[in-house]
């Protein structure tokens, strides 16, 4: 997706004839034409540097003059601060509202050790993905926080099969955790897996391309596995931003 979009940006850009005036809506209008096929830009701003408007397409961040005569792909830095402003607007533009997910699909686990799991994070996860399966160990040392894992099988059919089995198992919790602590993925007998695909659906609407993807309570997307002492420190924050 990313490499189709660069290529029609970077093609058709270029050779766009562009109105005299440089706005938002300008450069919206020019790229939508320039893509052709009917495409959308999900938003158009000034970048706040060099001149440029920040594009997105699908997801993903371009930048462009104000005429729309030229593209750029990659991250602005601020030289200044060191800052990476492409991916703090990529951050921002993933988070989602925690409270919108629908968690009667997902897999609760809560971890106590003192507390009562009252900080949350939510992942989405393949029970053959190997990433998956080093966070499983690394959330074991995290304390005081319910975890929702939404299934989403989409390495291979027999990923599909075991979400299916870990979802019909009479405890899915543990089914779950022996998955991705062992490797032994119990025989769950059969029910109604609809909320596999209701799942499917939602990363797709999210734009959840790999696992493991995690959000913390404030929304925000963390890029994949994390160790567990940057993870707390993020749950931390993100807590911490909630009760603000």
């Not at 058709?12 to 109105?19: I, K, M, S």
């Not at 020019?30 to 158009?44: I, R």
């Not at 990659?74 to 629908?102: C, M, N, Y």
């Not at 769950?188 to 939602?202: E, I, P, R, S």
Request: glycine share 8%; proline share 3%.
């Amino acid at each position: 997706m990313i490499k189709k979009t660069l290529a029609a940006l970077g093609v058709a850009l270029l050779a766009a004839t562009a109105v005299a005036q440089g706005s938002e809506a300008d450069v919206r209008k020019n790229v939508e034409a320039a893509l052709g096929n009917g495409a959308k830009v999900d938003s158009v701003r000034k970048a706040g540097a060099l001149g440029l408007y920040e594009v997105v397409v699908g997801g993903e961040i371009f930048y462009t003059d104000d005429k729309a005569n030229h593209i750029l792909a990659g991250h602005l830095f601020e030289l200044k601060t060191g800052k990476d402003l492409t991916q703090e607007r990529l951050v921002k533009l993933s988070a989602i509202k925690f409270s919108d997910l629908p968690v009667e699909n997902a897999i609760k686990i809560v971890k106590g050790n003192g507390g009562n799991g009252k900080r949350v994070i939510a992942t989405f996860e393949d029970p053959n993905c190997t990433y998956c399966k080093k966070l499983a160990h690394e959330l074991q040392g995290l304390n005081d926080v319910t975890i929702y894992t939404f299934l989403y099988p989409i390495l291979s059919q027999d990923s599909v099969e075991k979400s299916k089995a870990i979802w019909c198992a009479s405890d899915r919790t543990k089914a779950w955790t022996d998955t991705m602590l062992t490797g032994n993925t119990p025989s769950g007998g059969k029910c109604d897996t609809a909320a596999l695909d209701k799942v499917m659906t939602l990363a797709h609407k999210l734009r959840i391309n790999g696992t493991p993807a995690i959000f913390l309570a404030d929304g925000t997307r963390l890029p994949g596995y994390m160790p567990a002492a940057q993870l707390e420190q993020a749950i931390a924050q993100a807590a911490a931003t909630v009760k603000q």
